[in-house]
C-alpha cells in the first residue's frame, strides 16, 4: 500500500504519486517503557508519509501487499460494487484509523477498495514489523486485534439496525455518524460534513433520487442545509429525532 495503488486506474495512481511526499524510515515518536506516545501508536519506524486528494483511489481491493496505513490527517472510506454495479461504501476510516492491519497480519489480499474522502495523509508502516511486534508484544497483539474487533461489530450493529429502519431514519442516523467521525479532529466542530450526494447514497446504500428526496425534506424542515459536497447541520437535536424515529410519517 506504499503509494497510491489502484488495479483500475494507472492515471489515477500518478496523480497520486505526484501529490504524496516520501519520507523513508521516519521517527514515530518517542518510546517509553516500551510504548509509542499517544499521537504515534507504533514504535518502530514508518516506511513512508503519503498525500493524497479528495477523491484519489488509495488503494484497490485484491492488492496483496505487506504495508499498512494510520490515517494521520483526514478520512478515507472503504467500499466495495453491489451487484447491480452501485459502489456501497462500507466504512468511512477517520483520522487515527488503520487500514490494512489485518490483511497484513493474516497476509491476504485487500478486500474494499481504499479512497480519500477529503484531502488526507497516511503514514505507512512495514507489514513484517507489525506481524514480528504482535509475536512478540501480547498487549499489543491484543490492542489491535481490539481496535479491528470494534469496527467490526459497529459495522454488525449498523447492518441490523438499518435493516428496519426507513430511508430518512437511515440518513439521519449516517449524518450523526460522519458528524461524530469529524469532531474526532479537535478543529472540526462536526456540524459541516464535506460529502457529496453520491458518496451519501453509497454510504446509505440508496439511490441518488431518493437521498435528495431525504435531503429536500430536511432542508425544508431546516434541520440540514448545504451546497453541492457540503452538508451543514443546522438542527441537531431534530435530527437526532429522525434517527430515533421520532416524527416520521
Do not use: W
Not at 504524496?20 to 514504535?43: I, K, M, N, Q, W
Not at 503514514?123 to 508484544?137: K, M, P
Not at 459541516?192 to 428526496?213: C, D, G, M, Y
Amino acid at each position: 500500500m506504499d503509494g497510491a495503488i489502484s488495479t483500475r486506474d494507472n492515471r489515477t495512481r500518478g496523480n497520486a504519486a505526484r501529490t504524496s511526499e516520501a519520507v523513508t524510515c521516519g521517527s514515530v515518536g518517542t518510546v517509553y517503557d516500551g510504548r509509542a506516545d499517544l499521537d504515534h501508536e507504533f514504535p518502530f519506524c514508518r516506511s513512508s508519509v503519503r498525500k493524497f486528494r479528495r477523491g484519489e483511489i488509495i488503494a484497490g481491493a485484491g492488492v496483496v501487499l505487506d504495508m499498512f496505513a494510520r490515517v494521520q490527517r483526514g478520512m478515507v472510506s472503504a467500499s466495495t460494487p453491489l451487484a447491480d454495479g452501485r459502489e456501497f461504501i462500507v466504512e468511512i476510516v477517520p483520522k487515527g484509523g488503520l487500514i490494512g492491519e489485518l490483511e497484513v497480519l493474516r497476509k491476504q489480499s485487500l478486500s474494499l477498495e481504499y479512497r480519500a474522502s477529503s484531502d488526507c495523509e497516511l503514514h505507512y508502516f512495514d507489514g513484517r514489523l507489525l506481524r514480528d511486534l504482535c509475536a512478540n508484544d501480547p498487549q499489543f497483539q491484543v490492542k489491535i486485534l481490539s481496535k479491528a474487533l470494534a469496527r467490526v461489530s459497529e459495522l454488525e450493529l449498523r447492518i441490523i439496525s438499518n435493516a428496519g429502519s426507513s430511508l430518512r431514519q437511515r440518513l439521519a442516523r449516517t449524518l450523526l455518524r460522519l458528524s461524530a467521525l469529524y469532531r474526532m479532529d479537535a478543529q472540526n466542530s462536526g456540524d459541516e460534513l464535506i460529502i457529496s450526494q453520491h458518496e451519501l447514497a453509497a454510504t446509505l446504500p440508496a439511490s441518488r433520487e431518493k437521498v435528495n428526496q431525504c435531503l429536500r425534506r430536511l432542508r425544508e424542515s431546516k434541520v440540514v442545509d448545504g451546497t453541492q459536497g457540503k452538508i451543514r447541520i443546522l438542527n441537531r437535536k431534530a435530527l437526532e429525532a429522525y434517527a430515533e424515529g421520532a416524527g416520521l410519517a
